[in-house]
Nanobody, 121 residues
Framework: QVQLVESGGGLVQAGGSLRLSCTAS????????MGWYRQAPGKQRELVAT???????NYADSVKGRFTISRDNAENTVNLQMNSLKPEDTAVYYC???????????????WGQGTQVTVSS
């Protein structure tokens, strides 16, 4: 019903930048919060940043001042601009969306398939 597709991952040197994008598609009635999480090898998935439909953003302490989340409500897109990347930012990054499909009155959390970000030292 609702699909999320991420793009923009890759390999970058420490100090570099990457921009991740995620677009939600399908039978969407509305989307509330959207966000980015990441999971490094051997670690649990952790929150990176979230943004409400009103564009109020929340960040993990580890990325504050370096990452910026934004969204385009008309395009159902959420972006993550990542600057001053560090090797510890290496992980698979997942976008999510709290969306209501047209066939339901409920909101559900949907996830993308993930995109790899690797930061070399």
């Amino acid at each position: 019903q609702v699909q999320l597709v991420e793009s923009g991952g890759g390999l970058v040197q420490a100090g570099g930048s990457l921009r991740l994008s995620c677009t939600a598609s399908g039978s969407i009635f509305a989307i509330n919060a959207m966000g980015w999480y990441r999971q490094a090898p051997g670690k649990q998935r952790e929150l990176v940043a979230t943004i409400t439909s009103g564009r109020s953003a929340n960040y993990a302490d580890s990325v504050k001042g370096r990452f910026t989340i934004s969204r385009d409500n008309a395009e159902n897109t959420v972006n993550l601009q990542m600057n001053s990347l560090k090797p510890e930012d290496t992980a698979v990054y997942y976008c999510n969306a709290d969306a209501r499909p047209t066939t339901s009155r409920n909101f559900y959390r949907y996830w993308g398939q993930g995109t790899q970000v690797t930061v070399s030292s």
